[in-house]
């Protein structure tokens, strides 16, 4: 509560700002014995990684929730596991609180997107202490009104709208609103030095998108409601914009021109990724690559089936692939499906000029019916990364923790392309965590659970050496539901600090002095 008190929104320019840094209220945990740090600290094993700076992107490693274009999950440093420090931070007042996507500022301050039951916010927070500077009230989403009229919080939890955002090449914040507006918000000091946000622009899409939505004026809405995913630059400066009844288009912020296209019968529910040859977006039934002709109009440069099951899983939002598509180097995007039995890892060549069949290899993981994914993988040069989320639903709904999760694999391309390999499997259990990796370090950041005597849970930072696949160390954050991750990413800051996105709020893990 003494959070949003000292905060003030005004209407005039819809921004917001804190009349002073407001300290943060840390998240409770449960009482326990776990361990605080299990393992011992690392040392530095760097890895190559080139990943492209986008042109209408904040730098690689800064500007989206997966890292970069890429999405990679690639950033530069993270602990090593020396002195560790920790700070936690509740959310938001309302139920929920979870500061789901997280980017950086180009002074390392995190722009983040915290979550509730009533909707998002985008916060604006100093590193390290948690301070909130300045904080942007966002519509709320329709599907928190469905979750109150059928007294079901599973619509809220199986709708990924508005979760994915990116920072433009000044530090703005480029988003789709739950009205079907597309949004820039700018964030800057004002003449006495208190931070705000500022709405730059604001694109109304809802001529190309229905909006027949939930409402707080319109309980029982007649018509389609099809809400905004995910929004993403090209190289050549439109704004491509998805949704989860499978429309697709660009919006050119110059002119404000829409363009829409059309998948029919398929949803996306994923974000998607860019480089300069291409937008790749997997929807519920194939992976495509696309691009925009002159007039920002989408084009299919290739459209692959993958094999997307006889049903949903536990562990996934749709009958489909649970992951954003990863773009490895210039020649790799993969995936993974939602086969019977156990899913694959499929790979393909990208290259619009290429010959022949472009899938590279599909890996079957984990234990036979146990087995999905709807979390990004970490990919670079030939190496992917991913963990199994089989049999966990949420924070709200979860009963069976026996069955949450169950391995984390490395798989390589082979350097001929004759197909990939399982390098490494581990038995760590992150059953709903965006893992990253660290290329100063060579360490791949996850977030598991040990199971406590009273029933309880405590969770922990657990840090994998990426040439072995051995557990390197762990980092209790707290014990109990408050700390369950729910989904939300793990994010690596410029200055080596992780951060973990909680049912509750926001934890910050760093080496001390």
Sequence with gaps: MRLFAACALSTAVLLSGCSEPVEPKA?????GNAKAFIGSPATPKPITVAIPDHPYMAAAGLNAM????YSSDVHARGPLGNNVQLRSRVGTKMPGGQCATLTFDSEHRLVALCAAISGFNIHLI???????????????????YDALINRDKSYIMEDSSGAYFYLDEQDRVVMAASDQTIRRIAHRQDDSGQWQFVLENSWDLSGEVPFNCTTLTDWSPQGEC???????????GFIWWVTRHGRLGTLNPETGKVVASRLPGEEIQNGFSVAEDGVYIVSDHAMYRFYADQDGQPQTGWRE???????????TINQGSGTTPTLLGDDYVTITDNADGKMNVVVYQRQQSFKGDREVCAVPLFDDGHSVTDNSMIGFNRTIILENNAGYSSAYEQKDWATAGGGISRIDIREDNSGCDVIWTSPVHSPSVVPKLSADNGLAYFYSFTPQPDGENAWYLTALDVETGKT????????????????????????GTAY?????????????K
């Design 126 to 144: 100093e590193p390290r202490s948690l301070e909130l500077l300045a904080e942007y009230n966002l519509p709320i989403r329709p599907s928190s």
């Design 66 to 69: 997966h890292s970069d274009g």
């Design 305 to 315: 089936e993958y094999d997307r099951g006889s049903s949903r899983k536990v562990g």
């Design 500 to 512: 973990v996105g909680t049912f509750k709020g926001l934890v910050a893990i760093w080496d001390g």
């Design 472 to 495: 390197q160390f762990q980092v209790l954050t707290g014990i109990g539901s408050n700390f369950d991750n729910n989904w939300a990413p793990l994010t690596l800051a410029p200055d």
């Design 226 to 236: 099809d809400p905004i995913t995910a929004v993403m630059p090209d190289h050549d």
């Design 27 to 31: 998240i409770a945990s449960k009482p």
